[in-house]
Every structure is written in structure tokens, then in C-alpha cells.
């Protein structure tokens, strides 16, 4: 079992920005998923940002361009950095990483941003 835990959510005005960062308590394996998720109250979670264990990435059309994730992994360490964060109802951003063999979730960190 891994253990993720986020951090770096908070309150921050539009047009700011935020760093989100996901700390898994050990190595899983060399080749995995790691993404983040978003979800506000009555709404399904919603993919943000993803990154596979070789680099390559994939974000959602609403972020590109002002999202970033990256990922350490002899650090055991992922991130999401947030620029040009626009108005929205709060939500919490999940940590995700998953393989053909076991998906593991965060508890999530909220995040809100004030027009």
C-alpha cells in the first residue's frame, strides 16, 4: 500500500498562482501514472493533469497552458503548479497514481480562488 498525501492548496486570488505538491510514502513501481484531479461540491472528479512514469503528459483543454506537472520520482515527489488561476467554486485537487496493478488516491487539499 502507498500513501499520498497533497499539499500546497489554499486561497489565492485570480490571476495567482498555486503549487501543489503529492508526496507517496514509498516507490510503487518504475512505471506508473501519476495525475491529478479536481472536484467541486456536486460535480464529478475531472482529470487535470497526468504524467506517466516516461514523461510524457496530458492536460485537461481548461488548463493547457497554465497548469505544469511534473513529477521526481527518486524523490517519491509530484507537482501541479497552477499560474493565471481563474474564479471558481472551491475544489479539492486529488492526487492519483495508478498502474495495471493498483490505483492509490490522496485525501485531497482544497483549493479556492477569489475573483
Known amino acids: 500500500q502507498v500513501q499520498l498525501v497533497e499539499s500546497g492548496g489554499g486561497l489565492v486570488q485570480a490571476g495567482g498562482s498555486l503549487r501543489l505538491a503529492c508526496a507517496a510514502s514509498?516507490?510503487?513501481?518504475?512505471?506508473?501514472?501519476m495525475g491529478w484531479y479536481r472536484q467541486a461540491p456536486g460535480t464529478e472528479r475531472e482529470l487535470v493533469a497526468a504524467?506517466?512514469?516516461?514523461?510524457?503528459?496530458n492536460y485537461a483543454d481548461s488548463v493547457k497552458g497554465r497548469f505544469t506537472i511534473s513529477r521526481r520520482n527518486a524523490q517519491n515527489m509530484g507537482y501541479l503548479q497552477m499560474d493565471s488561476l481563474q474564479p471558481a467554486v472551491p475544489a479539492v485537487y486529488y492526487c492519483?497514481?495508478?498502474?495495471?496493478?493498483?490505483?492509490?488516491w490522496g485525501q485531497g487539499t482544497q483549493v479556492t480562488v477569489s475573483s
Open positions: 514509498r516507490s510503487s513501481d518504475s512505471s506508473n501514472v
Open positions: 504524467m506517466s512514469s516516461g514523461g510524457t503528459t
Open positions: 492519483n497514481v495508478r498502474s495495471l496493478r493498483y490505483t492509490y
